[in-house]
């Protein structure tokens, strides 16, 4: 179920970049009913990994390091910088390009490194895959934000509530994936 969930969710980020469907089908469908369609297909997705992942056998690939937690901790709060900066028009989004790919790239790597298991392999190394797929990809789209920055309080915004998002990740991380995080 987890690869189910894998190939529909990112079978469906991917095929707009790869393929020009996403006009076609908005002009087919309008762009409503499109983005409603793509929105509830990618939850059903989610939902398969989701429940994959918890349904999978363990099977331990690597053992986690010694003080990979550490590094996890002090990765995060960046993570969650950058995942709100890619919805404020500051400097971080800016100068990061692709911010909210760029913590996925991180965020897989820490998991990755977190969790040698196989299903973790495959659920935080589709995400970190799909991830370097799509910064490459809109590179070489030409999709790079442009817009005017309006001072630092974008950033100092995108600062306060990415580790605000840190600490709710934290406090609910056990409750919602079953894992505490280590200090």
Do not use: Q
């Not at 929105?39 to 010694?66: F, K, R």
């Not at 692709?98 to 589709?126: E, K, T, Y």
């Amino acid at each position: 179920m987890i690869w189910l969930g894998i190939i529909l969710f990112f079978g469906l980020h991917i095929m707009p970049s790869v393929l020009n469907v996403r006009a076609n089908l908005i002009a087919r469908m309008g762009e409503k009913p499109y983005k409603g369609v793509y929105a509830l297909l990618s939850l059903a997705g989610i939902v398969l990994m989701a429940m994959g992942y918890g349904n999978v056998d363990y099977v331990e690939l690597w053992p986690t390091p010694t003080g990979a937690n550490h590094l996890a901790m002090a990765v995060m709060p960046f993570v969650c910088i950058l995942w709100v900066s890619a919805e404020m028009k500051g400097h971080i989004r800016k100068k990061t390009r692709h911010p909210m790919l760029l913590g996925m790239v991180l965020w897989g790597v820490v998991h990755l490194i977190n969790n040698g298991d196989l299903a973790s392999v495959s659920l935080f190394g589709a995400f970190l895959l799909y991830s370097l797929f799509a910064i490459v990809s809109a590179n070489r789209r030409g999709k790079i934000p442009s817009y005017e920055v309006t001072g630092g309080s974008h950033d100092a915004k995108a600062v306060v509530i990415g580790i605000v998002m840190f600490a709710a990740i934290l406090w609910g991380h056990e409750f919602l994936f079953g894992v505490a995080p280590g200090f």
